[in-house]
């Protein structure tokens, strides 16, 4: 878990919305397992609001795998981090125009 950013204010986020649940997931959690693989794994993310942050490759990956798992394009958010900016997503219709 250390390579996530700030989960202690995702914790007080998700204690003060019941309709908020976090799941974090790193290789380490699961015996250096796939993380998006785990992810789709430990949660049923079809259903959700899909939030990845990451390099571009990692983002690129998780949106078709999210996608060939069934989450709706609309749900599906990224954040491309490039080491030294953020790029959010576009809106989802350009994004499934770009992948």
């Given at each position: ?15 003060a919305h019941r309709w ?35 390099p571009p490759a990692l ?41």
């Open positions: 878990m250390s390579d996530l950013y700030d989960l202690p204010t995702l914790r007080g986020l998700e204690a908020l649940t976090v799941v974090p997931v790193t290789p380490e959690d699961h015996g250096g397992d796939d993380v998006l693989g785990a992810a789709l794994r430990t949660a049923r993310l079809a259903e959700r609001e899909v939030y990845v942050c990451g983002t690129g990956y998780a949106h078709g795998a999210l996608a060939a798992a069934g989450v709706p394009a609309s749900r599906i958010h990224i954040e491309e981090y490039d080491g030294g900016r953020y790029l959010p997503s576009p809106t989802p219709a350009a994004v499934n125009a770009v992948r």
